[in-house]
């Protein structure tokens, strides 16, 4: 990552729930000081929501009512929209290996009225991005307010498999962490099986960890315990397209972002 703050690359490539995806992305670029590019790949039926940076850092009072679009660069955060067509996924991903973007914030439809999958649009991005990825469930809890723009990142899991899967789950925590006015009062590391792995802890964090063992299933365990503890925010590392919950129960990686009561970044490896 980059000093100058992160640089957030938001694809909107589906007409629904576009609202909090654009949120997280432009609060995490704008708290941060850093680069928000929104790569617009909807078809015309699909385009029916305006995407408003200036309406909304208006609202949470970062500009004043009125403001003009060059008034954007003067809270220090630079915003790019590009409008393409033609193959959605090759589209973005001709946009991020061109700009080596940080963070992809991806937006994961309503679980009544869609069915995630890995093989979709979001699934191949994350797979072929190699940085962080955070899903934005439409429904859940939140971290970023839209009304305000606060953000409120108390509690966070991260399930454990071992070293490895911990190391890079809090590197990519404490790389969030370092462009953002905050800091994270509770982590929860869950793992399932009998025994908790023994863990050389971060530095940073020992004082915030707390160990969960779960003797259910890794997916159960995942949407259980941040329902129960309040989680704002899973960490879920990954090594290629296997992930920790592939680890455990194989195809079941959809199923917890089908599930997500509250946004998940996905980190790989």
Same mark, same amino acid.
């Given at each position: 990552?980059? !000093?100058?703050?992160? #640089?957030?690359?938001?694809?909107?490539?589906?007409?629904?729930?576009?609202?909090?995806? %654009?949120?997280?992305?432009?609060?995490?670029?704008?708290?941060?000081?850093?680069?928000?590019?929104?790569?617009?790949?909807?078809?015309? &039926?699909?385009?029916?929501?305006?995407?408003?940076?200036?309406?909304?850092?208006?609202?949470?009072?970062?500009?004043?009512?009125?403001? %003009?679009?060059?008034?954007? @660069?003067?809270?220090?955060?630079?915003?790019?929209?590009?409008?393409?067509? /033609?193959?959605? #996924?090759?589209? *973005?991903?001709?946009?991020?290996?061109?700009?080596?973007?940080?963070?992809?914030?991806?937006?994961? &439809?309503?679980?009544?009225?869609?069915?995630?999958? %890995?093989? /979709?649009?979001?699934? +191949?991005?994350?797979?072929?991005?190699?940085?962080?990825? =955070?899903?934005? $469930? !439409?429904?859940?809890?939140? %971290?970023?307010?839209? +009304?305000?723009?606060? *953000?409120?990142?108390?509690?966070?899991?991260?399930?454990?498999?071992?070293?490895?899967?911990?190391?890079?789950?809090? /590197?990519?925590? @404490?790389?969030? =962490? #370092?462009?953002? &006015?905050?800091?994270?009062?509770?982590?929860?590391?869950?793992?399932?099986?009998?025994?908790? &792995?023994?863990?050389?802890?971060?530095?940073?964090?020992? +004082?915030?960890?707390?160990?969960?063992?779960?003797?259910? $299933?890794?997916?159960?365990? *995942?949407?259980?315990?941040?329902? =129960?503890?309040?989680?704002?925010?899973?960490?879920?590392?990954?090594? /290629?397209?296997?992930?920790?919950?592939?680890?455990?129960?194989? !195809?079941?990686?959809?199923?917890?972002?089908?599930?997500? $009561?509250?946004?998940?970044?996905?980190? !790989?490896?």
């Amino acid at each position: 990552m980059q !000093s100058s703050g992160l #640089r957030v690359i938001h694809p909107v490539y589906y007409a629904n729930d576009l609202v909090y995806p %654009f949120i997280y992305a432009l609060k995490l670029a704008q708290a941060s000081g850093g680069e928000l590019e929104i790569v617009d790949v909807r078809t015309k &039926p699909e385009a029916t929501e305006y995407i408003g940076v200036r309406s909304v850092l208006e609202q949470w009072k970062v500009l004043p009512a009125g403001s %003009f679009r060059s008034d954007v @660069a003067q809270t220090g955060l630079r915003v790019k929209k590009v409008v393409r067509e /033609g193959n959605k #996924r090759k589209v *973005i991903e001709r946009r991020f290996e061109k700009h080596q973007h940080d963070l992809m914030v991806l937006g994961v &439809p309503d679980n009544q009225t869609n069915r995630f999958s %890995f093989n /979709g649009v979001a699934g +191949h991005l994350a797979h072929s991005f190699g940085n962080m990825t =955070l899903f934005v $469930p !439409s429904l859940g809890r939140a %971290f970023v307010d839209e +009304h305000t723009g606060e *953000i409120s990142l108390r509690t966070v899991l991260i399930p454990v498999a071992d070293q490895i899967f911990y190391d890079a789950a809090v /590197g990519a925590l @404490a790389d969030l =962490l #370092r462009y953002l &006015p905050i800091s994270v009062e509770n982590i929860i590391m869950l793992h399932t099986g009998n025994d908790f &792995p023994p863990l050389q802890q971060n530095k940073q964090f020992k +004082h915030q960890c707390r160990e969960f063992l779960a003797r259910k $299933p890794l997916v159960d365990a *995942i949407v259980n315990t941040s329902e =129960l503890q309040d989680v704002d925010l899973i960490v879920m590392a990954t090594k /290629g397209r296997s992930s920790i919950v592939q680890k455990f129960t194989g !195809s079941n990686t959809e199923q917890v972002v089908r599930k997500l $009561p509250c946004p998940l970044l996905y980190v !790989s490896m």
